[in-house]
Nanobody, 122 residues
Framework: QVQLVESGGGSVQSGGSLRLSCAAS????????LNWYRQAPGKERELVAS???????NYGDSVKGRFTLSVDNAKNTAYLQMNNLTPEDTAVYYC????????????????WGQGTRVTVAQ
């Protein structure tokens, strides 16, 4: 079984930075796909950044140029560096991953972390 645990959330002033982590534990060969989502109060869950095929990353328009997603497969951990935060970035941030658990048989696991809250004050 695989678990994803997010950390790094907190409260910051507008213009500040935070780095979120998503640590995968369990039977892991490598992280194949990793997505960061966020959900603000009263809003639908929104895809913020994604890492996938060919080790490419993509970003939502609202975070381009401010957020950076990286994956360290040696540590089974993904990061979301968030700079120049605004109150509109306030949300619970979730990671969602597709993990290869057994490369020899193509076994995978897909799931979500529990979320970490980010609050950005004016």
């Amino acid at each position: 079984q695989v678990q994803l645990v997010e950390s790094g959330g907190g409260s910051v002033q507008s213009g500040g930075s935070l780095r979120l982590s998503c640590a995968a534990s369990g039977r892991i060969s490598r992280i194949r796909e990793l997505n960061w989502y966020r959900q603000a109060p009263g809003k639908e869950r929104e895809l913020v950044a994604s890492f996938g095929s060919g080790d490419t990353t993509n970003y939502g328009d609202s975070v381009k140029g401010r957020f950076t997603l990286s994956v360290d497969n040696a540590k089974n951990t993904a990061y979301l560096q968030m700079n120049n935060l605004t109150p509109e970035d306030t949300a619970v941030y979730y990671c969602n991953a597709l993990v290869i658990t057994d490369q020899s048989i193509g076994e995978t696991w897909h799931g979500w972390g529990q979320g970490t809250r980010v609050t950005v004050a004016q």
